[in-house]
């Protein structure tokens, strides 16, 4: 099996609408609302950093239409079943998908990389240390807010005991590791 083939969709999303971020893509999106709308944030570009399936960036881009939505996902398989005309808000939204993983999206200088508004949702799990040393940064300098999670050790272990449901790719880290990485986030947003 091929990392993110259809065999890993076919078993790791055979019951979609049970899952974070998919079955409550609107709760997640009122939650951000309600805190953007508190911090007085004007959204007019988004970015999904592996949108999969494309629920959560659907229902963000219905919610703060966008002047630009920009789509990334690294699976052929979910890249194929994006719809931009399913997804695009209003006609006037400017959206562009990449079949690209988030590394190769860090490393491409494109003139529309600088975003209000990022969704990054159960991602690095699967990306190693090494590669988030060199990601965190870059998406601190392109991204005023991001919304970020990330499982840890304890919620995949949760998904063995409960769900019976173990993700092979995962990268099974501690919340203090999480931890770690907040604070190299903490830290590229303050330049050091």
């Not at 709760?27 to 950093?49: G, N, P, R």
């Not at 994006?82 to 200088?109: G, Q």
Request: proline share 5%; net charge neutral.
């Amino acid at each position: 099996m091929t990392k993110f083939d259809k065999t890993y969709w076919d078993k790791n999303y055979s019951d979609p609408m049970s899952m974070d971020g998919i079955g409550n893509a609107k709760e997640h999106v009122k939650y951000l609302e309600a805190f953007l709308a508190v911090e007085h944030v004007d959204v007019s570009s988004i970015v999904d950093l592996g949108f999969g399936y494309s629920h959560l960036f659907r229902e963000m881009l219905r919610a703060f239409k966008p002047h630009t939505a920009v789509g990334i996902e690294p699976s052929p398989y979910a890249f194929k079943k994006a719809k931009p005309d399913k997804l695009r808000p209003v006609p006037s939204t400017d959206l562009k998908l990449f079949e690209e993983d988030l590394l190769t999206w860090c490393r491409t200088n494109r003139k529309d990389n600088k975003f209000d508004l990022g969704i990054c949702t159960s991602v690095f799990q699967y990306i190693s240390d090494k590669d988030l040393k060199e990601i965190i940064p870059i998406l601190a300098r392109r991204i005023k807010y991001l919304y970020l999670t990330v499982p840890t050790d304890v919620e995949l272990g949760r998904q063995v005991s409960e769900l019976e449901f173990k993700d092979e790719y995962a990268i099974h880290r501690s919340r203090k590791s999480q931890i770690g990485t907040a604070y190299l986030f903490d830290q590229s947003n303050r330049g050091l």
